[in-house]
Every structure is written in structure tokens, then in C-alpha cells.
């Protein structure tokens, strides 16, 4: 609702707040087209034009300060509420160990599907990870997350898989049904286990989503670069 302050910008003269709001609407062009659809991508030109507007000679009217002052308030006040609703819904997780577990099931992403890894592994495996949540992984993991960004045919590449050969990567997670046609499936190996069943959680207790598959298998990366499709 803070947008609706934007109606009261008047810059007049000064080449200073015109600049500062057409900076503002390139990056939310640029943003609308090129940026990942978060809110938190808008943050940095919605405080440039509240300096525009706070910076410009003629204030808000009393009149639109009482039409603008009740909506911005009102969705204040559900924000803070929202925030004091998830720090007492978490909190109880900070008092003893199967409460947090719990409460990380619930609503960390990835918490409950990287438990299941965790017991189906070798002691000694090394992971390559599918999901995003490469930091619940319990032992040495690696991403493909990067693969998403990447032309696997471009020579940069190679950086990347020099780095799993390296580390000697013998398993990976895969999400969702297994596909033989991805670019690293010439260095699967075995299924080891699965289906091992995960949730997609959020932070927002209203949206929780739903379930999906995983699947644990070999994956020889001795046989990188050759294994993966980079032709």
C-alpha cells in the first residue's frame, strides 16, 4: 500500500528528483522484465522515491495525508502482526531438539528430504544435490543449481565439472521423476534409494505447498567431463 504515496510526487524544478525518479522506473522496468518476481526486488526503487518524495518542496496535503495515512497504517499493522505470529510459532523450537526438528520439517525447505538423504547414504558419499537447499545437506554436498544459468556447451563449463570430479562426487539427488535426458544423466549410475518423499515449505505458514518425489543414485563423476551432454 506504501506505493499509493507515489501519487503525491511532485518533484516541480528540481533536475535532481526527476533524476532520482527516472533511475526508479528504469530499475522497475528493468526489474518487471529481467528479475526473478519477488517483492524484494522492488525494495531498492521504492526507497529511492520516498527520498524523492520526501526531498521535494511541496509536502502532501492534509487531505492526501488522511486518504494515503489509514491503508498504509492498516497493512503496517498486518505486517507487524504477521512478524509476531512467526517468531511465536518458531519459537518453541529454540527449547529443545525434537521441537525444532519439528518446527524444521514444517517450514524449512528441504530440512525433511535432506534428513532422508542423510540416512540412506554411505558414511563417506559425496552429494550432488538438485535441491536448492544446499546447506541442510548433513555432509560434503554440491549444487547444480548453477546449470539453470549456464550454456552447458560453452568452455566455461568444464570449470564446473573439473570441480565434481575433483571432489569425487558418488551420488546424486534427483527431483521428481528420473530423466535420462538431463545433461549430467551419462553419469548416473544405480538407483540406491527411493522414492523418499519431500514437501515444499515455506516461511509463510498459509502456504505450504505440495509433496514431491527424490531419488537417490550413483553418479560416476570419474567419468567427467565426458559423461555430461556439453555437445
Known sequence: ???????????????????????????????????????????????????VLAMQEKQLSNELYELFKWPVLGQSGLALLACWFGAITLFPGALSPSWRSSIMDRSANG???MQWVDKVLPENAVLLSEHRS???????????????????????VE???????????????????????????????????????????TRNPFNQRGSYEAWIMEFDSDRLPGCAQTD
Request: charged share 15%.
Open 1 to 51: 500500500m506504501g506505493w499509493l504515496l507515489f501519487l503525491a510526487i511532485r518533484p516541480g524544478h528540481h533536475y535532481g528528483l526527476w533524476l532520482g525518479m527516472a533511475s526508479a522506473t528504469l530499475i522497475i522496468i528493468a526489474n518487471v522484465f529481467l528479475a526473478p518476481p519477488a517483492a524484494r526486488m522492488y525494495m531498492e526503487p521504492y526507497f529511492w522515491l520516498l527520498l
Open 111 to 113: 530440512y525433511e528430504i
Open 134 to 156: 544446499i546447506a541442510l545437506v548433513p555432509r560434503k554436498a554440491l549444487s547444480v543449481e548453477w546449470m539453470k544459468f549456464v550454456d552447458m556447451k560453452a568452455p566455461e
Open 159 to 201: 570449470y564446473y565439472l573439473d570441480i565434481m570430479k575433483a571432489s569425487h562426487v558418488s551420488h546424486i539427488l534427483v527431483l521428481g521423476s528420473i530423466n535420462y535426458d538431463r545433461d549430467l544423466s551419462g553419469c548416473y549410475g544405480a538407483v540406491v534409494a527411493g522414492p523418499g518423499m519431500g514437501h515444499l515449505a
